[in-house]
T-cell receptor, first 109, second 113 residues
Framework: GQNIDQPTEMTATEGAIVQINCTYQ??????LFWYQQHAGEAPTFLSY??LDGLEEKGRFSSFLSRSKGYSYLLLKELQMKDSASYLC??????????WGAGTKLIIKP | SAVISQKPSRDICQRGTSLTIQCQVD?????MFWYRQQPGQSLTLIAT?????????ESGFVIDKFPISRPNLTFSTLTVSNMSPEDSSIYLC??????????FGPGTRLTVL
């Protein structure tokens, strides 16, 4: 079957750095996505990786290793507004999005 | 990018009734997707709606329970029929303008009593 694993919950301190990991096993691979979702709101797009390596976008970076079936989302200079759930999703060989359960990130002052 | 609106934003419904959710996109798109997100859970794809053909449903979802319309390239509706408390969820409409960037509507928060 297809599976995406990410930690259920993480806690970090304002101003610090946090890394959220995602491992996947899917039938084929056509890109990996990270989304941010605040409570009661729709997911918003953060990043897309289809080739190995690091993609940097401001305070957020996303890394992909296709051979290891592994990605991480790195958040720097954490702010209280970064408290949210972070969803990892992979497009399989049929270009269907397979979603992880999400990581709830709690930022403490 | 794409701007997606959904109506209603939330509703509280009685068991046994039906609710139709509307999704409007500001540009023409080939495929529209309907997701469900139950409390504390991740997203589950209900069906893919193509204009001019019947929707394609995922395992565990059937047309009688979740009929979908797609009358044109910018609009779709999802009906949740004969509702039960287990249908309480957020329902999300999604489109892909490009393969690398699926967009989501603001969601419809449904509570079934």
């Amino acid at each position: 079957g297809q599976n995406i694993d990410q930690p259920t919950e993480m806690t970090a301190t304002e101003g610090a750095i946090v890394q959220i990991n995602c491992t996947y096993q899917t039938s084929g691979f056509n890109g990996l996505f990270w989304y941010q979702q605040h409570a009661g709101e729709a997911p918003t797009f953060l990043s897309y990786n289809v080739l190995d390596g690091l993609e940097e976008k401001g305070r957020f970076s996303s890394f992909l290793s296709r051979s290891k079936g592994y990605s991480y989302l790195l958040l720097k200079e954490l702010q209280m507004k970064d408290s949210a759930s972070y969803l990892c999703a992979v497009k399989d060989s049929n270009y269907q999005l397979i979603w992880g359960a999400g990581t709830k990130l709690i930022i403490k002052p | 990018s794409a701007v997606i609106s959904q109506k209603p934003s939330r509703d509280i419904c009685q068991r046994g009734t039906s609710l139709t959710i509307q999704c409007q996109v500001d540009s023409q798109v080939t495929m529209m997707f309907w997701y469900r997100q139950q409390p504390g859970q991740s997203l589950t794809l209900i069906a893919t709606a193509n204009q001019g053909s019947e929707a394609t449903y995922e395992s565990g979802f059937v047309i009688d329970k979740f009929p979908i319309s797609r009358p044109n390239l910018t609009f779709s509706t999802l009906t949740v029929s004969n509702m039960s408390p287990e249908d309480s969820s957020i329902y999300l409409c999604s489109v892909e303008v490009r393969v690398s960037e699926p967009f989501f509507g603001p969601g419809t928060r449904l509570t079934v009593l």
